[in-house]
Structure formats: C-alpha cells, structure tokens
C-alpha cells in the first residue's frame, strides 16, 4: 500500500478556489464519515483482506457435510526485516527525520546556479540537498520540515523575517526521496492564508503527504497515515507559537499542547497507527539543552503511553537525546538547510536521526534501533554535508572543522545519557 494521509479533503489546485472562498467567509466543511474516509484510504478493505482466510482452488479449507469445521489458523505475520540495520525481530521498520529547511536569499541564488549549469530553467536545490539521498535510501520513511511558506515559481521571494521562499524546495525534497514533510512552525502563516495555501498545494503537486497546517477545519481533524511495508505511522506536530501573530482560523496550524496532541494520538491508535511520532517545533534558538516546555511537553507526551518517539526541530541548533521511560526523545535537529551564520556556529550544523522500529511477538511496536548523523552547510558551493566519522561525502569543510562539528555535536547528543542508553552515530557506509 502506497504512502498516504487518512484525510484528504481537497488536493492541489482542484477545489482551491472553493477553498479559499470558505476559508474566507469562515465556512464550515462537512465532515466525511469516519466509515467513509477509512474505506478511501482503503484501511477498512486491507483490514477485511487480512481477517480473511484464503481457500484454495481445489477445495483445500472446505468443510465436508458431517465433519467438524477445522479451526481456523493464526494468521503468521509475513517476514518484512525494512531498509536499516539488521532487524533482529520478524518485523522492522525504520523513519529517518531531519531538522527545519531554512531557505534563505543565498541558497535560491546557489539553485539558480545550479539549475543554470545543468542547462535547466529555473532553480535546482537538489544538488544541495543530494547528500541525503543516501540516507533516505536506507530508510523506509523519511520525513522533513517545511519551515516557511513559499511563494509561487518566480517570486517575489523574501527571506527572514516573513518568508516566502521558492516552491523548488519542495520539488527536491521530493527528488531525493522525503515522502512527507511537517508544516507547523513559528512562520507557517508568514504570508497569511494565501501563504498558508500555496505551501500545502505545492506538497500536493509535489506528491509530499504533510501535517501541521490545514485548509480546511475537517482536514485539521484528520491524522496523517504514512504506510511502510511493515507498519502505519502516525504523525503529530505541534508549534509552540506563531512570532505573535494570529491565523485567520485557530484550525489552521496545530499548536503545541499535550492534551490535544494526546488526544490526537488516541485517534490515530484507534484507526490502526502501530507507530505513533510526536512532533515538537520548539526551544530556545541556538541553545544547547531543552528548555522548560520541551521536557514538560514531551514528558507528557511519552506519560500517555500514545506515542513510540518524539522528536523537534526550530532552536536552528542541536539539541539532546534523552530516552526517558524507555521511549526516545530527540530534543532538536537543528537545521535540515541554513545559510551560514557569522555569528552562531551551531546555525550551520544539524542532526539526521533513523530510528528503527521492531514489533515483538505480542504485536507491539518499540524503537529498536537510533542512530544519528551530525551535518554542516558548506558553501562554494553550498551543500548539506555529513561530517559523520565514516565520511561518506569526503571532507566537506576541512578534516579539522569537520571534526570539531562532529564533536560538538556528539557532545550536546550525549549529555542527556543518550549514549549509554543505546543511540550511536549512523556510519551509512558499514551497513549492508
């Protein structure tokens, strides 16, 4: 079964002016039955397929007139070991997440450049975000944050503070092998309603499932479904603000709130997630621990026994790792894509984390597996590079500023006891 959201109430630019006519005059969108979105998205069909049993062409599994009707078999679940280390249950699954996708004036000018050099039209971020691409690959799910609105082909663009960036950002995201991006973030609604829709309708054209803001009060009731070969995912952000404005429409951007998120999460529990994800924009920027409400929150949300891992972005730097209770948190990824900051090394660097997920015999899910990649931006060109200890991309600044990006991040990482609790660097190429 494909990758998919369980709501979807309109898709692209198919219905966007009917959209934005009821965004406008605040109307409200009938909801779909729950019956009917779950037939859509064909859960309730696969369930059905599951729960019944097959019988052979040649009688095999009838009962004859007089005889006792044979039990019926467990089902065994099929063998599905999923991209990522070696899986030591039956079953295994692997996300791979990464931090916020900052684009600023000098990154679209590098995609011109880019573009240009290959005769292409327009801008090319995927040579600036290639080395990922690996990663994504050994993953069975990736997932990235769409920090900024975007603005439409050619412009006008703006960077910090209201952005609105290229929509080829996300057409990249998509090239290199992201299935889903977040939405929800402290400029989510930047350039109002109108931002707000041109974003979701270019994940839409992209073929990126998303979260985190909506244009619709149903969609917002929705929970996004991402399927692997081995398990649902279920995703649920949350921002701790908007830089102090204001939507047209509460509903439009999922704010960062533990009841809801929980509540949020029973849901998805009910319609069949085996795997649920927390997601957190929030934090300090440039700090190196979390803060206050990062722990609160996630503490929460781990207390609820809803969610399988929680993870965050926003602080444009790295964050720790804690597991707590036995459930994994990471704090911040720092930046995905970022131009440099002449004033706060830790702007340029970020973390890409995988975890994998076994489900045990009881039929229960739980991280099995968590590695993580320390990154830096460099430039001339400027290129996401990982500086992990393999260096699977070579030197990407020099061999000691790459090192030092690689200690400091470890440092931060580990000072949460993250290390002793079993996470580790992800060397891509010592895997099979």
Request: hydrophobic residues 40%; negative net charge; charged residues 15%.
């Amino acid at each position: 079964m494909p990758v998919m959201s369980s709501a979807r109430t309109y898709n692209g630019a198919m219905g966007n002016g009917f959209v934005r006519a009821a965004v406008r005059a605040g109307g409200a969108v009938s909801a779909i039955t729950l019956a009917a979105v779950l037939a859509g998205c064909g859960l309730i069909a696969e369930e059905n397929a599951k729960a019944t049993p097959a019988v052979s062409a040649s009688g095999a599994g009838t009962v004859r007139p007089g005889a006792s009707p044979a039990p019926t078999p467990t089902p065994t679940p099929t063998p599905t070991p999923g991209a990522g280390p070696a899986c030591s249950t039956l079953r295994c699954t692997s996300v791979l997440v990464t931090g916020d996708m900052l684009v600023h004036t000098q990154l679209w000018q590098q995609a011109r450049e880019d573009a240009a050099a290959a005769g292409k039209p327009g801008l090319d971020f995927v040579p600036l975000l290639e080395g990922q691409r690996r990663y994504i690959q050994a993953s069975d799910l990736a997932i990235c944050h769409q920090e900024t609105p975007v603005a439409g082909p050619d412009g006008p663009f703006s960077a910090y503070p209201s952005f609105n960036v290229p929509p080829q950002i996300v057409t990249a995201a998509k090239a290199v092998g992201y299935q889903a991006c977040t939405t929800a973030s402290n400029h989510t609604i930047d350039r109002g309603t109108d931002g707000l829709l041109r974003t979701l309708d270019a994940l839409d054209a992209a073929g990126l499932k998303h979260t985190g803001s909506y244009r619709t009060e149903a969609e917002s009731q929705g929970i996004l479904m991402l399927q692997t070969k081995a398990a649902r995912i279920a995703v649920i952000e949350g921002a701790y603000g908007l830089n102090g404005q204001y939507p047209e429409y509460a509903w439009q951007v999922d704010m960062l709130d533990a009841p809801t998120m929980i509540a949020k999460a029973q849901k998805a529990r009910a319609l069949g997630a085996d795997i649920v994800l927390g997601v957190m924009h929030a934090g300090d920027e440039y700090a190196s621990e979390a803060n206050a409400q990062q722990k609160e929150v996630a503490h929460a949300l781990v207390d609820s026994g809803q969610f399988t891992m929680i993870y965050g972005h926003h602080t444009h730097s790295v964050l720790p790792i804690e597991n707590y209770k036995g459930t994994w948190i990471v704090y911040g990824l720092g930046n995905g894509i970022t131009e440099l900051s002449p004033w706060y090394v830790v702007n340029n660097e970020g973390l890409l984390v995988r975890a994998q997920f076994s489900q045990d015999a009881s039929g229960k899910w739980a991280a099995s597996d968590l590695a993580w990649t320390p990154s830096v931006i460099v430039r001339g060109p400027y290129r996401w590079c990982s500086v992990a200890s393999d260096a699977p991309q070579g030197t990407c600044s020099t061999p000691d500023a790459d090192a030092a990006t690689r200690l400091r991040t470890a440092t931060v990482v580990e000072s949460m006891g993250a290390a002793a609790a079993g996470a580790h660097e992800l060397l891509i190429t010592k895997e099979r």
